[in-house]
């Protein structure tokens, strides 16, 4: 028997999904029809910008105005200005401890809050001060907080990693901790009837912690109206995914649960990916899995370099060549929206808005010592007190 298994012809592995590759180019897509100044007007994605797992692809046709265009410029130029300014920061050594930037994947951040609403929510990792801008707060409030300023939107307590809002629930600093928190926040939400979309964030890196699975099990199992995306910058910490990743598919790794694969560099069809998984989850089908194919041009923390598992060379000719707001800036040039100019003059804007948040933020005071004390318990559950690091060290309320 053994033999004959040995010479049994190989049929070939039924898969469900196609083995086209992605395009990851930022600059692929083209006009359907003539570009308007003032009504909408559609354009065409390039036909590998997805690929999909147990479900239809997203549409190619999309919908777009000159106003939304130009403000997805504006937003990523300023998210990639205030990451710069943290980088400066940081190497000044005015901000310490750990600091994760997003140089270079602004097209996940951006187009991720176009493609949703206010009513929405959002959990993430430690690659989350974009967001926290993007989800209601201020690049002042970003800065303050990095800084250990009472102007931060943690009041200088919570650092890189845990900044909040109403609808994003901060960055999160244990690899993966997050996802089965964003699958509670849909489950709260499908227990209150809310018609809104929760998206639970991580990385590649992140991609084989067992709460994940354990997350994409109970989110399937009850339907629960969760979008699970993965974003993938090809290397978690110094690690390339494919020495990390037996399936490097990571859209396809929910099992029973659907997936899309997207080009993440181009901010289009990051938008057009958020609104089909949006209205997938938003309309009773259950959860469903997200990956966007990115790339961050920095290392994975400022203590780390970026160029020692990657080459100098690869990094320049993904800066050169892929860059998603250069990429959104030749769409708007060359479909007649804005000239280079004008363009330049956003620039210029989103600098002098960003150095006023550094020095506003620089100027605002630390914490006191009675601050130590203070937000451990939601406001009126504060117990009689409080014990410090040794046991003569009691705060009483």
């Not at 050594?93 to 609403?117: N, P, W, Y």
Request: glycine share 10%; aromatic share 10%.
């Amino acid at each position: 028997m053994a033999s004959l298994a040995r010479i049994r012809p190989r049929l070939p592995r039924k898969v469900p999904f196609a083995f086209r590759g992605l395009q990851t180019s930022a600059d692929s897509t083209q006009l359907a029809q003539d570009a308007s100044h003032s009504e909408p007007f559609t354009v065409r994605l390039h036909e590998d910008s997805f690929r999909s797992y147990r479900t239809e692809t997203p549409g190619l046709e999309v919908e777009v105005t000159k106003e939304s265009l130009l403000k997805m410029y504006k937003d990523m130029t300023s998210m990639r200005r205030m990451e710069m300014a943290a980088d400066a920061l940081y190497k000044q050594k005015l901000i310490r401890g750990f600091c994760h930037l997003a140089i270079g994947q602004e097209a996940v951040s951006v187009g991720l809050e176009a493609g949703i609403t206010p009513k929405d929510f959002v959990i993430t990792a430690y690659r989350c001060h974009p967001f926290a801008v993007l989800r209601g707060g201020s690049i002042k409030g970003v800065i303050a907080e990095l800084l250990g300023r009472v102007d931060g939107m943690s009041k200088g307590k919570g650092g890189s990693m845990h900044i909040f809002t109403k609808s994003f629930f901060g960055g999160n600093g244990i690899v993966g901790a997050q996802v089965p928190i964003g699958a509670g926040i849909a489950f709260a939400n499908q227990y209150s009837g809310k018609p809104v979309a929760t998206y639970a964030m991580y990385g590649d890196g992140a991609s084989n912690q067992g709460q994940v699975f354990e997350a994409y099990n109970m989110a399937k199992l009850w339907n629960l109206p969760c979008v699970f995306v993965c974003e993938n910058n090809k290397y978690g910490m110094g690690t390339s995914a494919e020495r990390s990743s037996s399936n490097t598919e990571y859209f396809t790794r929910g099992d029973k649960i659907p997936g899309i694969q997207c080009n993440g560099m181009d901010i289009i069809a990051v938008k057009k990916a958020v609104e089909y998984t949006r209205d997938w989850v938003t309309s009773g089908k259950g959860p469903i899995l997200l990956e966007f194919v990115t790339y961050r041009y920095g290392g994975h923390s400022m203590s780390d370099p970026g160029t020692t598992y990657r080459t100098r060379e690869e990094i320049q000719r993904m800066r050169s060549t892929q860059d998603p707001i250069r990429g959104l800036q030749r769409y708007i040039e060359e479909w007649g929206l804005a000239t280079e100019e004008e363009l330049k003059k956003f620039d210029k804007e989103a600098k002098i808005e960003v150095d006023k948040a550094v020095e506003e933020a620089k100027a605002s005071p630390f914490p006191s010592d009675k601050d130590l004390w203070s937000d451990i318990y939601y406001a009126g559950t504060e117990p009689a007190y409080m014990r410090g690091r040794e046991r003569e060290e009691v705060h009483y309320y």
